[in-house]
């Protein structure tokens, strides 16, 4: 089995480098390709883990065929899904006991019927980041009406 192109995905703008705080579920973004040379055999994906995460959940048909691909979190068009052959489904971390941050990896345990256990750490998806002045009203709401205007001289009132 080989796995591609794992993250955690994060679609929306974030405020720091916390993009899922903790008790949230994270989705994970993925190609899986069987590719058991000459077997013929297909494989499936039967658990999806970590010790960032309470549980796993892997919701849809996850047999993958020799030679074809099982595809998760992309939000368009991949080649592997265009191409006809690779199956989507939902792969997430459920529970989440520590926050997953922006930049760092995080341990994740792919368990596959024949193949067995495949662990990678996962990269977080870098996510936008609001402007700082977007941070603050997200944070605090603005006081108005107090202290000097900033754009006013000394001299000048």
């Known amino acids: ?37 000459g077997a013929d055999d297909p494989d499936r994906l039967i658990s999806v883990s970590s010790p960032v995460a309470t549980s796993g959940r892997i ?16 939000d368009g068009p991949v080649s592997a899904i265009t191409l006809g052959d690779a199956r989507e489904v939902t792969i997430a971390l459920e529970g989440l ?19 067995g256990e495949l662990r990678l750490q996962v990269g977080v998806e870098n996510p936008e980041v609001l402007p700082p002045r977007a941070r603050e009203a997200e944070e605090e709401p603005a006081i108005v009406g107090t202290g000097p205007d900033p754009f006013v001289q000394p001299g000048d009132r």
Do not use: C, H, K
């Open 1 to 37: 089995m080989q796995v591609r192109d794992a993250q955690v995905s994060w679609s929306e703008p974030v405020a720091g480098d916390e993009v899922y705080p903790v008790g949230a579920d994270a989705e994970l973004q993925v190609t899986i390709v069987n590719r058991d040379a």
């Open 59 to 74: 919701v849809g048909d996850a047999t993958i065929p020799d030679g074809q691909a099982l595809v998760a979190g992309y």
């Open 97 to 115: 006991i520590e926050p997953l941050r922006a930049g760092l990896t995080y341990p994740v345990v792919f368990t596959f019927a024949e193949a």
